[in-house]
């Protein structure tokens, strides 16, 4: 049995996604192709990095044999006395573009004229957010800083963008993201966010206070509130699932839309060529397929609207049963009671000891439970509504009448 490697964010999604490209990544070490947008992000990522370094202040960490200062004030290092002092600033507008031009690369752009779209996207974002940087300094603690520990067990680590001292004094974890778009949902549900979390909060001494995802071409912070031990514990329980596997070999091809994106699609089991002689009856019978899905929509759509002009004709005119030539239709009622459990649960309170329903079934059990004082029992009943839904069952037409 293989040893689970330690898993990082980018290997923990790759495996979730897919197994088997998981393993032409990280066992087989198959390059893939660049891509303009991810070695765009690569450049902008390295020049922040220097674009910030000078205003690093190391923080107390919870291993031995590394930085121990807590403050800026216990720092000494007259290397460093401007940042002390509170006197230092990123570096200048001119340092970054040669910073920038240093590292830029050409990588995986698919033309010239991309290449230079995303060249001056990145000059203009950088400098936006020097000018950001140089109004409101932050106190990192560390750029681009790998941190790696056992989370309950399972070996994990990563790169973290930058984590900053806030001003409470507790530590605020910080993403970088080049993305076109971001909401401050995308940081309220990041796995990546919680996983740097838990690296933090193994690795420094000061509380993580803040999760932040940085939106670089809006320069808008998306910050949330740090994950609890309860919300974390989903992500652990599925990284263990997935260092489980890792562990068991088990590497299937999980096909999906990410394999329009995949390199490996040539020596993918699931993209195996189909052999010249049966090419013609299997691509026949995709067609069939398709053509019958288009007719069973069709007939889906038909049959509700007939079912709908039917129970109209028999509402205006009192029927339930309509004679046709075959057959016979027989309209049927059917009545449910809705309740709002949003309502219900809160007027149950904590006195009576009941838990609140998790389903319209549950309220009525508690409407019909004795132990359950009359008075509230009313109550929820007031709060419930009556639905009617009627549909149309065949009959056959010589079958002796129920009517
Ligand atoms: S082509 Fe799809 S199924 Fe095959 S390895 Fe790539 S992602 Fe997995």
Request: glycine letters at 6%; a negative charge; proline letters at 8%.
């Amino acid at each position: 049995m293989a040893v689970a490697p330690t898993l990082s964010y980018s290997s923990y999604r790759t495996y979730l996604e897919c197994p088997l490209r998981w393993k032409y990544l990280y066992v087989e070490r198959r390059p893939e192709t660049p891509r303009g947008y991810f070695t765009f992000g690569r450049v902008v990522h390295a020049v922040l990095e220097e674009l910030v370094r000078p205003l690093v202040v190391p923080s107390a960490r919870r291993r031995e044999g590394t930085e121990s200062q807590t403050t800026l004030h216990d720092w000494t290092d007259p290397t460093r006395a401007a940042v002390a002092s509170g006197a230092a600033e990123p570096i200048g507008p001119e340092a970054l573009l040669a910073s920038y031009d240093r590292l830029w690369s050409s990588d995986g752009y698919t033309s010239p004229d991309e290449e230079a779209r995303y060249r001056s996207l990145g000059r203009e974002l950088l400098l936006k957010y020097r000018e950001e940087l140089a109004r409101h300094p932050p106190s990192p603690v560390s750029v681009e800083e790998h941190l790696e520990t056992r989370w309950d067990g399972l070996p994990v680590h990563g790169y973290v963008d930058r984590i900053d001292r806030t001003p409470a004094g507790g530590l605020e974890v910080v993403d970088y993201k080049t993305s076109r778009d971001l909401s401050g949902e995308d940081a309220e549900s990041s796995d990546q966010l919680s996983l740097y979390q838990v690296l933090v909060e193994h690795t420094y001494r000061a509380p993580v206070e803040r999760l932040t995802l940085l939106h670089l071409r809006s320069l808008t912070p998306l910050r949330t509130l740090p994950r609890t031990a309860r919300t974390l514990e989903p992500l652990h329980q599925r990284m263990g699932e997935v260092a489980d596997g890792i562990r068991e070999q088990a590497f299937e091809p999980t096909p999906g839309r990410h394999c329009q994106r995949c390199d490996f699609r040539a020596i993918c089991p699931e993209f195996r060529a189909i052999p010249e002689a049966d090419a013609p009856r299997l691509a026949a019978l995709v067609d069939r397929f398709d053509a019958l899905r288009a007719d069973e929509r069709r007939l889906e759509r038909e049959l509700a609207q007939t079912a709908a002009e039917l129970h109209r004709a028999a509402e205006e005119m009192g029927l339930h049963r309509v004679e046709g030539s075959r057959s016979v239709a027989v309209r049927h009622r059917e009545v449910a009671w809705q309740y709002p459990l949003e309502a219900v649960g809160p007027m149950l309170g904590g006195s009576s000891g009941t838990a609140p329903p998790a389903s319209a079934e549950e309220v009525r059990r508690l409407l019909r439970d004795p132990a359950v004082p009359a008075e509230l029992r009313r109550r929820i009943a007031e709060t419930g509504s009556r639905r009617v839904r009627w549909y149309w069952e065949l009959e056959d037409a010589d079958a002796p009448s129920r009517r």
